[in-house]
Structure formats: C-alpha cells, structure tokens
C-alpha cells in the first residue's frame, strides 16, 4: 500500500487500525534493524522499535506531510535511539566509552560475528563513535542514504554531515589498522 | 605489518553481522504493537446502564408496571371529583327550604310556577316538602305550556 493510501484511511477512524497494521508491516523491518544497529541487543532494540510505532500512532494524525513518510518515521526511531542511550548513560553514570565496551560486549557474544575478525574490529571500532556520528555512519555506509534525507531525519545540515562521516571513517579505519597490527 | 584498513576495499554489508531476531518476529510484531496502542476511553455508562442487560420482554413488563403505576398514583393524588352540582347542592342544604323559595319567588329572577314544575317532573321529591300543589295539578300547569317547552322534560 502506498504511504499516501495509508494516510487517508488512517484518517478514517473506521479503517485507522487497518491502515496502521499496513504501515508497521511496510516498515518494521528498516524501523527494527535502523534501531538494532545503534542498541545491539535484540531486546532492546525490540522495545525501541514498538515504542517508536506506539509514537506514531500517536502522532501520525498531526503529520503535516512536509517530508515522506519513512523520513519522518526513521527520525521518530532515531530520536528513540538517542534518548535510549543517553538515558542508559545517565543511569549507569557511565562516560562514553564503557557504554561503547558494553555493546562491544555484546557485539563479541553475538554468533553472527563468531569467526570474522575484520568484521568483529569493525563493528567495535564503529561502537566507539559518539552515538551521533555513529547514527551518521550507520544510515551513510549501511542504508546507503542520501545526505539530504539524512539532513531531514538529523536536523543537521548536508555539509556538517558529510564531515561527520568523513571523520567517522577515519576513526574506523585507524582503530581497525591499530587493533590488527597490536 | 599489515596495510592500512580501507573501508572503501572491505565488503560492505547492508547492515553489521549481528544475529536475526528470533523466528517469526515480523509476523507477529503488528500484532504486538496493536495491542500496545491506547485505547479510546469508554463513554460513562448511565445510571439505568443495567436495565440494558435485562431480557427485552422483562425491561417491556417494568415500562407498562411504570406507566399503570404512574397512572395510579396520579389518580390518587388528585382524589375524587366533586361534582359541582353535588358541591352547590351540599351548599345549599344549609340554607332553610322556606328562605330559598321566598328568594326565588321575590327576586328579580322570573321563577314562575312553570319552572317549579319542570323540576318535579325531573325529581318527584325535590319539590314536595315546599311546593303545595299536587301532581295533577302541576301536570296542567304543564300541559298548558307551549310544546317547545316540552322538550325540557
């Protein structure tokens, strides 16, 4: 169904559950592993995710369609990210790093790594980023975004993006260089 | 020592190497989220809300027991009707037989032997204890009236 069909059921509170059962089962999967990527764990990541359809749930009366729709989602779930940690920071009074070496944690005890090295010094030289900039790398390396959409769901601008994730880059490549030459 | 790590040169994945969620997630997580979302409030139900849980011919025999009640109890309330003509005449029976012929006889009003008989003739007894004439007396007086006036009998 497409994303304007969507919006004018759900407008209709007849078919408002019918159509928001279409939407969660277009988008959960990129809403669930846009989320996975930046928490990891996969119970976390599916308490986020739920949490993220619940807000729009709430809030997709009021969507002004100024952006697509996935484009306001995926900024719904990132905002959800980010509060996710952040909370968790405060909560453990952890700084930076060892929130990192928790998902690095987790990232070595997941099967699918089992075996790759480069893939596992990867993923933990990526865990080392600040949550943002590594929300920057996720959605420019994995997802393939255009750093305009990526401007719509950040709130940054293009130029300060494309910094970021060049910066990114260089700091992934040389702890991947330090960790495989120690 | 090995080469730099290039990003550019290493495969890239359409996402980290972390393991799938569990079998059949994406089937079931709508129906999660559906259950998740708030619901409407419920509209208060009124006070008489139970009667609607009541069998239909039970709630008819109540309405109809209501109606015959309210009925009843108007009736009651508003007590017996006193026919005026009861109530002047429980009035006038305090005032002597004697004044009230002289009244009717001496005032302006044209109460004339005539009338006196119209009433005998409608209660025998009404004017017996006051009025001497006899019966076939009074039938004359009537007979010799015009016949429209007749029809009053």
């Given at each position: ?90 909560k ?10 928790e ?37 420019r390396?994995?997802d ?14 293009v ?9 990114a880059v ?13 | ?8 040169q ?34 208060v ?28 109890a108007?009736?009651?309330l ?13 009035s ?23 009338d006196?008989?119209v009433l005998?003739?409608?209660n025998?007894?009404?004017t ?14 009537l007979?010799?009236?015009?016949s ?6």
């Amino acid at each position: 169904m497409e994303d304007h069909e969507i919006l004018l059921k759900f407008q209709d509170p007849a078919s408002r559950n019918v159509a928001f059962n279409q939407l969660v089962r277009k988008y959960q999967s990129k809403v669930y592993w846009h989320v996975r990527k930046m928490v990891v764990d996969h119970d976390d990541a599916d308490d986020l995710t739920q949490d993220v359809f619940v807000k729009v749930w709430k809030h997709l009366e009021n969507f002004r369609q100024d952006a697509a729709l996935f484009t306001w989602i995926y900024r719904i779930a990132t905002n959800e990210c980010l509060s996710f940690l952040s909370s968790k920071r405060r909560k453990f009074l952890l700084p930076l790093t060892d929130v990192g070496a928790e998902l690095a944690a987790k990232i070595e005890a997941d099967p699918a790594v089992a075996g790759d090295e480069i893939e596992l010094k990867l993923q933990k030289a990526i865990l080392r980023l600040p949550d943002k900039q590594r929300l920057v790398f996720n959605l420019r390396y994995y997802d393939e975004m255009p750093y305009e959409q990526m401007a719509e769901i950040t709130g940054t601008s293009v130029g300060a993006l494309k910094a970021s994730y060049h910066h990114a880059v260089k700091k992934v490549e040389e702890y991947v260089t330090q960790s495989t030459n120690s | 020592m090995q080469a730099p790590f290039n990003l550019d040169q290493h495969p890239r994945r359409p996402r980290p190497l972390l393991s799938e969620p569990p079998a059949g997630y994406f089937d079931q997580l709508p129906t999660r989220v559906m259950a998740r979302l708030p619901r409407a409030e419920a509209p208060v139900a009124p006070a008489w809300a139970w009667l609607l849980g009541l069998p239909a011919a039970w709630r008819t025999s109540m309405a109809t027991a209501l109606l015959l009640g309210s009925f009843a109890a108007s009736f009651w309330l508003s007590g017996p009707a006193q026919p005026t003509a009861a109530l002047a005449s429980n009035s006038l029976d305090a005032v002597p037989q004697a004044e009230l012929v002289d009244y009717l006889l001496s005032s302006g009003t044209r109460v004339e032997n005539t009338d006196l008989a119209v009433l005998t003739a409608a209660n025998p007894s009404l004017t017996s204890s006051f009025m001497q004439a006899s019966e076939s007396e009074l039938s004359e007086v009537l007979d010799a009236q015009p016949s429209e006036e007749a029809l009053y009998l």
